[in-house]
């Protein structure tokens, strides 16, 4: 069963603090991409990583795809409230379906 | 341009009563998908149709059913409501299910509670 871990589960920052987020599994997948959430609404996707040690930036969002395509993390500079909401990444299983982490809860106080 | 639509927002149902989610799409994709969104659980695939015409089952089908009724419209139906299918439950599409680069395009959930 192909699995994607993320971390931390929950992360409360104050605003302009930088932060990290991953997305770990033991198979390799062929993409991954993050999302976004935000209270009362559906995900929207941020970013696709496709290539190995692919780095992408996306303002003060940074997403970058493990060598070996297991990971993937999402760094946050100088986060601000705006960011506030639960980032989930998503990979396509063996099934030819989308697998989702449970995602990270991140509130960013003013 | 709406994006996918979903109605209705808000449901209240008892143990055993039926009722029918509606998802609507204007991309012109090809493949929908009826997810749950349960905390500690994330997102898990109920149902989806690659294209007009087909339905497969996901992850957790048990007690659903869909219909895909054209192109723009994918239903999910509930039987016979059970508490443990309280939940939020999200649609989305995408052009075509094969291409798994292409993102999915989500609604803004169903909130069901079942008493």
């Known amino acids: 069963t192909q699995l994607l871990e993320q971390s931390p589960q929950f992360l409360s920052i104050q605003e302009g603090e930088n932060l990290t987020v991953y997305c770990n599994s033991s198979s390799v997948f062929s993409s991954l991409q993050w999302y976004r959430q935000e209270p009362g609404e559906g995900p929207v996707l941020l970013v696709t990583?496709?290539?190995?040690?692919e780095v992408k930036k996306l303002k003060r969002l940074t997403f970058q795809f493990g060598d070996a395509r297991k990971d993937s993390s999402l760094h946050i500079t100088a986060a601000q409230p705006g960011d506030t909401g639960l980032y989930l990444c998503?990979?396509?299983?063996?099934?030819?379906?989308?697998?989702f982490g449970k995602g990270t809860k991140l509130s960013v106080k003013p | 341009n709406a994006g996918v639509t979903q109605t209705p927002k808000f449901q209240v149902l008892k143990t055993g009563q039926s009722m029918t989610l509606q998802c609507a799409q204007d991309m012109n994709h090809n493949s929908m998908y009826w997810y749950r969104q349960d905390p500690g659980m994330g997102l898990r695939l109920i149902y989806y149709?690659?294209?007009?015409?087909?339905?497969d089952k996901g992850e957790v089908p048990n007690g659903y059913n869909v219909s895909r009724l054209n192109k723009r419209e994918f239903s999910l139906r509930l039987e016979s409501a059970a508490p443990s299918q309280t939940s939020v439950y999200f649609c989305?599409?995408?052009?075509?299910?094969?291409?798994?680069?292409?993102?999915?395009?989500f609604g803004n959930g169903t909130r069901l509670t079942v008493t």
């Open positions: 149709s690659a294209s007009e015409g087909t339905t």
């Open positions: 989305a599409s995408s052009p075509n299910r094969a291409d798994m680069n292409s993102p999915l395009h």
């Open positions: 990583v496709v290539t190995g040690g």
């Open positions: 998503a990979g396509a299983g063996s099934q030819g379906n989308l697998i």
